[in-house]
C-alpha cells in the first residue's frame, strides 16, 4: 500500500488516510463474513448515510434508539475503516455495515457467505457535486479545486474508490443471485416509502403500515439534518468545516443542473456513456436528453 498526501492507495483506489490505514485494510481483507451480516455498498455520496439510519431502523422494528443514541459510523460501520475493527464485535446480530469497495476488492470470506447486499447507486452527476462540495468541506481530503478541474478528476477516476463507473459495473456483473438488493438514491428521493418496503422485504422483515410512516418519517432529509447522531456536527469543525457546507447538503435529485454547464454536461455524458455502453444497466436518470 503505498501513501500519497492525504491518501493511501489500496489497489489503486484513493482511501482517506483520516480514516483508512493499512490496519483498517487489513482487516476488511481478513474481515470473516457471516451469513446473517448485511452490508450496503454505495460509491462515496450514492446515499451511505442515508442507509446507516435505514438499516438499523427496519431491523429494530422502528425502535428509534439506536438512531438517536450512536452515532451513524458507530452503528453501521464501515468494513474498510479504522473504527471498524473497535466497534464490529460489539454490534449485536444481524451486523450492519457499509462498504464503498469495488466487488472484486471485498474479503474471500464475502463470496463464501450469504450476507445479503444492497447496491445504492445516484446519478453521477449529483455524485461529482455533492463531492464537489464534500471537499470544500473536507480537511482532511484534497482541495477540489475549480469545478472544471473536479470534474475531470472525477471522469479520469483520480477521486475516492476511483472510476464511478468501474465501481457501479463491478458490482452489476457480481453473482450473487438473490443475494444482493439494487436500488438508486433517485427511487428513494422519488419514494422513500416504497424504498423502505421493497429493502424489508429484501431482508424478510414484517412491517405494519404503522412502523413503515413511523421509520419514513425519520430518515426523511429535515429530520436526519437534526439529527446529531447522523449529521455529522459531532466532528470537529477542524475536520468538517460547516461554513464551507453541510454534510447532509440538499439531498435531492438533479441539482447537477444548477452546477453544470452545456458543454460540461455534455463531456461528462459522453464519458460515462461510453463507459458503461456494452453493459446491460440501466438508470432511471438514463431516459434524460444529453
Ligand atoms: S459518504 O461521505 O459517502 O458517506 O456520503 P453519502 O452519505 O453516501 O452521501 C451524502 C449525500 O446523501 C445525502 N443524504 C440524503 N438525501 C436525501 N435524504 C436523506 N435522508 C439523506 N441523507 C443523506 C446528503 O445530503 C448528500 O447529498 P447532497 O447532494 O450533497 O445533499
Not at 68 to 84: D, K
Not at 100 to 119: E, N, Q
Given at each position: 500500500m503505498e501513501e500519497e498526501g492525504k491518501y493511501i492507495k489500496y489497489h489503486g483506489l484513493l482511501c482517506p488516510k483520516e480514516t483508512h490505514s493499512e490496519d483498517s485494510l487489513k482487516y476488511l481483507e481478513g474481515f470473516n463474513m457471516r451469513d446473517d451480516d448485511v452490508i450496503a455498498i454505495t460509491y462515496p455520496k450514492s446515499g451511505t448515510t442515508w442507509m446507516q439510519e435505514i438499516l438499523p431502523l427496519i431491523l429494530n422494528g422502528g425502535d428509534l434508539t439506536p438512531v438517536q443514541t450512536i452515532p451513524n459510523w458507530a452503528r453501521v460501520p464501515w468494513?474498510?475503516?479504522?473504527?471498524?475493527?473497535?466497534?464490529?464485535?460489539?454490534?449485536?446480530?444481524?451486523?450492519?455495515?457499509?462498504?464503498?469497495?469495488?466487488?472484486?476488492?471485498?474479503?474471500?470470506?464475502?463470496?463464501?457467505?450469504?450476507?445479503?447486499?444492497i447496491y445504492v447507486a445516484r446519478n453521477p452527476k449529483d455524485v461529482m457535486v455533492s463531492s464537489y462540495f464534500f471537499h470544500q468541506m473536507a480537511t482532511f481530503l484534497d482541495d477540489p479545486g475549480t469545478f472544471e478541474e473536479f470534474l475531470d478528476k472525477f471522469l479520469a477516476g483520480q477521486v475516492l474508490f476511483g472510476k464511478w463507473t468501474d465501481h457501479v459495473k463491478s458490482w452489476r456483473k457480481a453473482d450473487l443471485g438473490d443475494r444482493i438488493l439494487h436500488i438508486t438514491y433517485e427511487e428513494m428521493v422519488e419514494d422513500l416509502k416504497g424504498a423502505v418496503r421493497c429493502i424489508s422485504d429484501f431482508l424478510g422483515q414484517k412491517m405494519s403500515e404503522e412502523t413503515?410512516?413511523?421509520v419514513v418519517s425519520h430518515c426523511s432529509f429535515n429530520t436526519m439534518k437534526t439529527n446529531s447522531m447522523s449529521n455529522y456536527s459531532l466532528v470537529p469543525q477542524e475536520v468538517l468545516d460547516t461554513k464551507k457546507s453541510n454534510f447532509l447538503r440538499k439531498g435531492i435529485s438533479g441539482d447537477w443542473k444548477n452546477h453544470f454547464s452545456p458543454e460540461q454536461e455534455a463531456k461528462f455524458s459522453t464519458v460515462i456513456k461510453e463507459e458503461i455502453r456494452g453493459s446491460d444497466i440501466k438508470f432511471p436518470w438514463d431516459e434524460e436528453p444529453l
Amino acid at each position: 500500500m503505498e501513501e500519497e498526501g492525504k491518501y493511501i492507495k489500496y489497489h489503486g483506489l484513493l482511501c482517506p488516510k483520516e480514516t483508512h490505514s493499512e490496519d483498517s485494510l487489513k482487516y476488511l481483507e481478513g474481515f470473516n463474513m457471516r451469513d446473517d451480516d448485511v452490508i450496503a455498498i454505495t460509491y462515496p455520496k450514492s446515499g451511505t448515510t442515508w442507509m446507516q439510519e435505514i438499516l438499523p431502523l427496519i431491523l429494530n422494528g422502528g425502535d428509534l434508539t439506536p438512531v438517536q443514541t450512536i452515532p451513524n459510523w458507530a452503528r453501521v460501520p464501515w468494513l474498510e475503516e479504522t473504527r471498524a475493527a473497535q466497534v464490529m464485535d460489539k454490534l449485536t446480530p444481524p451486523r450492519l455495515m457499509v462498504s464503498h469497495m469495488p466487488y472484486d476488492l471485498m474479503p474471500p470470506s464475502f463470496f463464501s457467505s450469504k450476507a445479503k447486499v444492497i447496491y445504492v447507486a445516484r446519478n453521477p452527476k449529483d455524485v461529482m457535486v455533492s463531492s464537489y462540495f464534500f471537499h470544500q468541506m473536507a480537511t482532511f481530503l484534497d482541495d477540489p479545486g475549480t469545478f472544471e478541474e473536479f470534474l475531470d478528476k472525477f471522469l479520469a477516476g483520480q477521486v475516492l474508490f476511483g472510476k464511478w463507473t468501474d465501481h457501479v459495473k463491478s458490482w452489476r456483473k457480481a453473482d450473487l443471485g438473490d443475494r444482493i438488493l439494487h436500488i438508486t438514491y433517485e427511487e428513494m428521493v422519488e419514494d422513500l416509502k416504497g424504498a423502505v418496503r421493497c429493502i424489508s422485504d429484501f431482508l424478510g422483515q414484517k412491517m405494519s403500515e404503522e412502523t413503515l410512516e413511523k421509520v419514513v418519517s425519520h430518515c426523511s432529509f429535515n429530520t436526519m439534518k437534526t439529527n446529531s447522531m447522523s449529521n455529522y456536527s459531532l466532528v470537529p469543525q477542524e475536520v468538517l468545516d460547516t461554513k464551507k457546507s453541510n454534510f447532509l447538503r440538499k439531498g435531492i435529485s438533479g441539482d447537477w443542473k444548477n452546477h453544470f454547464s452545456p458543454e460540461q454536461e455534455a463531456k461528462f455524458s459522453t464519458v460515462i456513456k461510453e463507459e458503461i455502453r456494452g453493459s446491460d444497466i440501466k438508470f432511471p436518470w438514463d431516459e434524460e436528453p444529453l
